[in-house]
T-cell receptor, first 114, second 115 residues
Framework: DQQVKQNSPSLSVQEGRISILNCDYT??????FLWYKKYPAEGPTFLIS?????DKNEDGRFTVFLNKSAKHLSLHIVPSQPGDSAVYFC?????????????FGTGTLLAVQP | KAGVTQTPRYLIKTRGQQVTLSCSPI?????VSWYQQTPGQGLQFLFE???????NKGNFPGRFSGRQFSNSRSEMNVSTLELGDSALYLC???FGRGGLNTEAFFGQGTRLTVV
């Protein structure tokens, strides 16, 4: 049972344009969400997070939007740069739970074309 | 501030052998989690340790085990290796209890190949 889903395995965007990566979840107990960027053979790098009390969080070129009613979150990267090319994972957890366990989506490969 | 350190980076083992992987978390972090990444299954949660106690476990067979020491360093062990255990094993370090700071920071991983 895939509780966190990233339905687009890949996305191609022109440099300077906006990249929008999507993520859906099924478990209504999730209340904390994170995005990670990963290069091959390396560990994921934390990008940005959002708790369920917010619907938007910004950090530089990265903005995460959360729609709790739709159980959907998205990561916007503006402007996109070639160095952003990587696999992006969304992850979910229970912020108030006695665990730091993360449930990951299957990832979206972003390719930013120069 | 040093990041999460995993050793070794690469490992080749034979079926039936056992292996131990090591993880040193970020200084001050008390929670260590382990994940397995395979091409078909993505990142799957193995287990989490906090203050030397396992407080959560994923859906993996008993061949997979772990422990945490008083200095927060953690090891995971896989016994009776199978070909399907070939994967990138990732360790994640977090500050502490859920609800305080759940951003997890990952090490570079150990690439295990079972032949």
């Amino acid at each position: 049972d895939q509780q966190v889903k990233q339905n687009s395995p890949s996305l191609s965007v022109q440099e300077g344009r906006i990249s929008i990566l999507n993520c859906d979840y099924t478990n209504s107990m999730f209340d904390y969400f994170l995005w990670y960027k990963k290069y091959p053979a390396e560990g994921p790098t934390f990008l940005i997070s959002i708790s369920s009390i917010k619907d938007k969080n910004e950090d530089g070129r990265f903005t995460v939007f959360l729609n709790k009613s739709a159980k959907h979150l998205s990561l916007h990267i503006v402007p996109s740069q070639p160095g952003d090319s990587a696999v992006y994972f969304c992850a979910a957890s229970r912020y108030g739970g006695a665990t730091n366990k993360l449930i990951f989506g299957t990832g979206t490969l972003l390719a930013v074309q120069p | 501030k040093a990041g999460v350190t995993q050793t070794p980076r690469y490992l080749i083992k034979t079926r039936g052998q056992q292996v131990t992987l090591s993880c040193s978390p970020i200084s001050g972090h008390r929670s260590v989690s382990w994940y397995q990444q395979t091409p078909g299954q993505g990142l799957q949660f193995l287990f989490e340790y906090f203050s030397e106690t396992q407080r959560n476990k994923g859906n993996f067979p008993g061949r997979f085990s772990g422990r945490q020491f008083s200095n927060s360093r953690s090891e995971m062990n896989v016994s009776t290796l199978e070909l399907g255990d070939s994967a990138l094993y990732l360790c994640a370090s977090s500050f502490g209890r859920g609800g305080l700071n759940t951003e997890a920071f990952f090490g570079q991983g150990t690439r295990l190949t079972v032949v």
